[in-house]
């Protein structure tokens, strides 16, 4: 089952911005960020939501539109849990879609590649707490 389009979202999630202007896109991943890790990922979403995470959500999609994105490959119990937990009706998609921003747990902002190398060596070092 396929989620409403982004037109259809646009209308539904962001009143603020005037017509004339193209609102930027925001991806957004989904375990860790809105959804607490319950484990290995199943086709079953269970946990609990990130405090926060549906009033996040509804005020980004006030100015952008907002696309959720996961490494899941079954979206059906992603969507329901994302519906059961106030913050359906967005895109959602196994994809890293095309956005300006990307608000993801596991993220590394780039700067240089030499910060890049040095990060990930100090990451390494530490006992992973994930």
Known sequence: MKGPSRRE?????RMTVPSHQVALTVAVDFDGVLHQRSGRFSDQVTGDPIPGAAEGLRRLAE??????????????????WLTEHGMGGFEVTHQKPPAEFYIDDHALHFTTWPNVEN????????????
């Open 9 to 13: 979202l646009r209308k539904s999630h």
């Open 63 to 80: 100015r952008y539109d907002v696309v959720i994105f996961t490494a899941r490959t079954a979206l059906g119990p992603v969507r329901q």
């Open 119 to 130: 990060e990930l060596l100090a990451a390494s070092a530490e006992p992973s707490a994930k």
